[in-house]
């Protein structure tokens, strides 16, 4: 159940990030490209946020409630929505979400950008920043809004970057990719420090990493975010400015990048789920 | 890397109260307290989702003497109120189950001795 609900989460977040990356991305760089399918790929993520968020939300209820059946899931339905945050948050993240497609699908694609990016940031107030007071609090819900920032804009964006990659015109494919690696590296250089703060204040020391399964899972994710890091340096140093020659190395590169970043979703999915070392041993008092 | 291993762990580790844990309690964990309290206050680190938190009070002789769900304290989300019937002397064991706007559970017990 744990897992199944670290998966939903993770591809919830996918989901969500993709289509909110499709409606940025629309806004800004690909502002007065040519392109067709932005809308279908805005609608997709939306689907997949909308089908995981749905069973996440349910896994939730029943661990809340320790629910046995699906009467006391049912039962509870209504508590989660009124009295917690999460209820109150995925719901009204997917009614932002909803409306921004909608909005992006009547043309209002600014308007749909800063809704979809409001409803990723919001995500940060349900983490242990969210539910903390004081100074150690707002560290970690402010490192948390930063690290989804960084998170959706690039990974959320990977996917519309290949579809414009594969669709759009040699010379207009290569500005938007030399356009387009700033905004990664930027992206990367956000994600490894708010994981750097994340992780003092949440795992402790380097032997954490191998003594938990917590630790282990973070472990991964830094690995897997190293990769990226790679990946995402070998296209902007290497890739990119030899373009248009290379164009099936990069697209291939960016496919690559897409499988990580959601190896890195669903890793991060379940890493929601446990208990952070730097907690362990409290739990009497 | 083996190097920068040592610097990375003296970076390290400032416990964070990550998770809804007890940071007070009225009566204080482990008092002894000469009149008998009507209510229980529980102060946590983090939010709580009260509906799904639960308080349950042991008696000297084993009977649970809370009166009711824990309820929310108005204006302190970290906080749990639970009414208690308690008369007899002796001592009291707290047990909680807390669930934090976090998502995440977490549980614990202290007692308390009325010795009027
Ligand atoms: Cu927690």
Redesign the interface.
């Known amino acids: 159940m744990l897992v199944l609900r670290g998966l939903c989460r993770g591809l919830h977040l996918a989901g969500y990030f993709s289509a909110s990356g499709t409606i940025i991305l629309a806004a800004t760089l690909l502002r007065r490209a040519r392109l067709s399918g932005l809308k279908p790929l805005a609608w997709g993520g939306f689907a997949l946020a909308l089908v995981a968020g749905a069973g996440w939300f349910l896994l939730q209820t029943a661990y809340f409630a320790a629910a046995r059946n699906w009467a006391d899931i049912l039962n509870a339905i209504p508590i989660v929505v009124q009295d917690t945050r999460f209820g109150a948050l995925l719901l009204g993240r997917m009614a932002a979400l909803l409306l921004a497609v909608l909005l992006f699908q009547a043309g209002w694609t600014r308007l749909a950008a800063l809704l979809a990016l409001g409803g990723v940031l919001a995500e940060a107030w349900l983490g242990h920043g969210g539910a903390m007071s004081g100074a150690e609090g707002e560290v970690l819900l402010a490192s948390a809004v930063l690290h989804l920032a960084g998170a959706a804009l690039w990974l959320g964006t990977l996917p519309v970057l290949l579809l414009a990659l594969r669709r759009l015109p040699g010379a207009e494919a290569a500005w938007l990719a030399r356009c387009f690696s700033p905004l990664g590296m930027a992206c990367v250089i956000v994600l490894v420090g708010t994981a750097a703060v994340q992780f003092v204040l949440l795992i402790g020391g380097v032997g954490a990493l191998f003594a938990s399964a917590y630790g282990a899972l973070a472990g991964a994710k830094i690995l897997a975010l190293g990769l990226l890091t790679g990946l995402a340096a070998r296209n902007k140093f290497s890739l990119t400015p030899s373009l248009p020659g290379s164009g099936v190395a990069l697209r291939r590169a960016v496919a690559l990048e897409i499988v990580l970043g959601l190896a890195v979703l669903l890793a991060a999915g379940l890493l929601l789920q446990l208990e952070p070392p730097a907690m362990t041993g409290m739990a009497g008092m | 890397m083996k190097r920068f291993?040592p610097l990375?762990?003296a970076?390290?580790?400032?416990?964070?109260?990550?998770?809804?844990?007890?940071k007070s309690a009225e009566p204080r964990?482990g008092a002894v307290v000469a009149t008998p309290p009507a209510q229980l206050l529980l102060t946590y680190?983090?939010?709580l989702?009260?509906?799904?938190c639960t308080v349950t009070v042991a008696g000297p002789n084993g009977a649970q003497v809370q009166a009711a769900k824990p309820q929310p304290v108005p204006g302190h989300e970290?906080e749990l109120a639970v009414k208690v019937r308690i008369t007899a002397p002796g001592k009291y064991v707290v047990t909680w189950h807390a669930?934090?706007?976090?998502?995440?559970?977490?549980?614990?017990?202290?007692s308390f001795t009325l010795s009027p």
Request: avoid cysteine; charged fraction near 15%.
């Open positions: 291993l990375l762990a970076l390290a580790p400032v416990p964070a109260f990550a998770h809804a844990f007890l964990v680190t983090e939010e989702a009260v509906p799904f970290n669930l934090s706007q976090d998502t995440h559970k977490t549980q614990g017990r202290y």
